[in-house]
């Protein structure tokens, strides 16, 4: 209605809302290596273009007279009320999209004024301690990625743990870049170039690492870090991993059932679906169709999040409808960071929340709940 009746008025939204229209204006804003690396993905980029039109094969059997004039969002995540059922999907590095280099505060600060839950992820431009200031009082989850030192591991957790981030969220499927043409092509890997490295610089582990004389140097400081990134983690290690925190720890990557079970077998608290955006591994299956294995597995012990091609609230509403607790958003905020800092990343999350609101309205379904139960059926399967 904001919209509507603003454009009665003469005004119109200052960023685009369908989200090709988005990526336009996203692409026109940022020099073609950072369109590159955000945008990009494994190989011929067929299993990134197969996330997105997945969705556009499953549709929603409409309820009438229901009256859903009022709406509830909100789900439970470890017993946090989240007001919204999206969250921001960790996106390292995000800060070459920003016009000021700060993306993750881009990002943290449109969380604090939408509610709307940030994955703050390890490879950021600012540390996590300020991107966890920025959150405010909307809850942040902190993403790991687990460096080969232990110790460092030890302390970016208890860090996260300190600046109040309420789980953890180790990505499982990125030990190794993925093969990704597009970067390969120019030698574009902006971490290599120190860029996002925060977390690291202000670590006590990996300061103590370093000779005292290259602390400042940006050379070894890339070097030492590529030296530690990037742990290939087994089932062996996730004792260890649990042994770190008391937070709820969230396996980000898991798209097997039986990796599901396991890990719920092994005191995992939440599993998180995601194929990395089509990123990593090309060639693989839509993460959506991935989704209702793992969510059948899960049987509802733990919470089940997910990612990887979600464009706009239908999307959202679809995810929902097979079971997952929450839905991440990755690329579109990232072209929100790019065509408005802050304001663009709350256009985008507001644009999604206010169509999945209007679909669960004029669907009959009120609340998360009821989405839950609708039918959800192949398009085609009622012809
Ligand atoms: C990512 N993603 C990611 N995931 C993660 O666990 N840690 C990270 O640092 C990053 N970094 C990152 C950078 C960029 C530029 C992108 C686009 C993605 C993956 C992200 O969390 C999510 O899985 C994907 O973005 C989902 O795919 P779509 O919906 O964005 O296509």
Not at 11 to 37: C, D, G, K, Q, R
Not at 211 to 228: C, H
Request: charged residues 15%; negative net charge; hydrophobic residues 45%.
């Amino acid at each position: 209605n904001e919209i509507y009746f603003g454009g009665l008025r003469g005004s119109v939204p200052p960023y685009p809302v369908a989200f090709a229209a988005l990526e336009l204006t996203a692409e026109a804003a940022l020099p073609t290596s950072v369109w590159s690396y955000v945008a990009g993905g494994a190989g011929d980029e067929r299993t990134q273009r197969a996330n997105v039109e997945a969705f556009a094969r499953w549709g929603i059997v409409p309820r009438m007279l229901v009256g859903a004039t009022e709406r509830d969002l909100s789900v439970d995540l470890f017993g946090i009320q989240l007001p919204s059922p999206i969250f921001l999907a960790p996106v390292g590095v995000v800060g070459i999209a920003a016009q000021d280099g700060h993306g993750d505060l881009a990002a943290a600060r449109a969380s604090a004024a939408t509610g709307v839950t940030m994955i703050a992820s390890t490879l950021s431009e600012d540390p996590l301690e300020a991107v966890g200031d920025a959150l405010g009082e909307t809850p942040g989850l902190f993403q790991l990625y687990t460096p080969k030192d232990r110790d460092l591991a030890a302390s970016l957790v208890s860090r996260a743990e300190a600046a109040g981030y309420k789980a953890i969220v180790v990505t499982l499927d990125t030990w190794m870049t993925g093969w990704r043409p597009r970067d390969l092509t120019t030698a574009n890997f902006p971490q290599l170039r120190g860029a996002a490295l925060a977390n690291y610089v202000t670590d006590p582990v990996f300061r103590a690492a370093l000779p005292e004389s290259s602390r400042n140097d940006p050379r070894a400081i890339v070097e030492q870090w590529a030296s530690v990134f990037g742990n290939p983690l087994t089932w062996a290690d996730l004792p260890w991993l649990r042994s770190l925190t008391t937070l709820p720890i969230i396996l980000k990557g898991i798209c097997a059932a039986d990796d599901a079970r396991r890990a719920i077998d092994v005191g995992i608290d939440g599993i998180y679906v995601s194929n990395h955006g089509g990123r990593q591994a090309n060639g693989g299956l839509p993460a959506l169709d991935m989704l209702p294995d793992v969510v059948a597995a899960v049987a509802g012990c733990v919470p089940v999040l997910f990612d990887s091609g979600v464009r706009s609230g239908s999307d959202v509403v679809i995810a929902l409808a097979m079971g997952a607790t929450a839905v991440g958003i990755g690329r579109p905020y990232v072209y929100g960071v790019a065509v408005g800092g802050t304001a663009g990343v709350i256009h985008v999350l507001r644009s999604i929340l206010a169509e999945a609101d209007l679909l669960m309205g004029v669907n009959g379904l009120p609340t998360i709940a009821s989405l839950r139960t609708a039918d959800l059926r192949r398009v085609g399967a009622l012809s």
